[in-house]
């Protein structure tokens, strides 16, 4: 396997990296950063027809956790929109740690999480 994304930020302090790959027709993303980078969760997602019935593209997720980690919340976040918009099923797995984060610190993660999925989405199209 090849990772066809490899990009990386400076976010609150740190960096931030994400690298996406094709497995057969499916994606997976692979985003760590901070002082301590790790696994934090795993993030399964299919697209599907919106519930809305408006025909818009939603996705369906499942979640695994490490205790006491909190990644699911950008991990979850990128997955599905890069399964919405590419419309793949999608992995996303990683961990983000900075020891005392500030609430304006974490939206900056989130911000720099956003800038990295569009990163995702533009070279996985190609």
């Known amino acids: 396997m090849e990772w066809i994304v490899k990009e990386c930020v400076e976010t609150a302090g ?3 990296e994400v690298s996406a790959a094709f497995i057969g027709e499916d994606v997976l993303i692979c985003l760590k950063g901070g002082e301590r980078p790790h696994l934090g969760c795993v993030v399964q997602t299919e697209p599907r027809v919106s519930l809305t019935g408006d ?3 939603s996705a369906t997720s499942s979640v695994l956790n490490f205790p006491g980690h909190k990644d699911e ?3 979850r976040w990128m997955a599905e929109k890069v399964s919405k918009e590419l419309g793949k099923r999608v992995v996303c797995t990683g961990g983000f ?3 005392g984060i500030s609430e304006k610190e974490i939206r900056e993660v989130q911000g720099s999480v956003v800038r990295l999925t569009e990163m995702v989405i533009e070279g996985l199209q190609r």
């Open 14 to 16: 740190c960096e931030l």
């Open 55 to 57: 025909g818009s593209v």
């Open 73 to 75: 919340v950008i991990c």
């Open 97 to 99: 740690h900075k020891d």
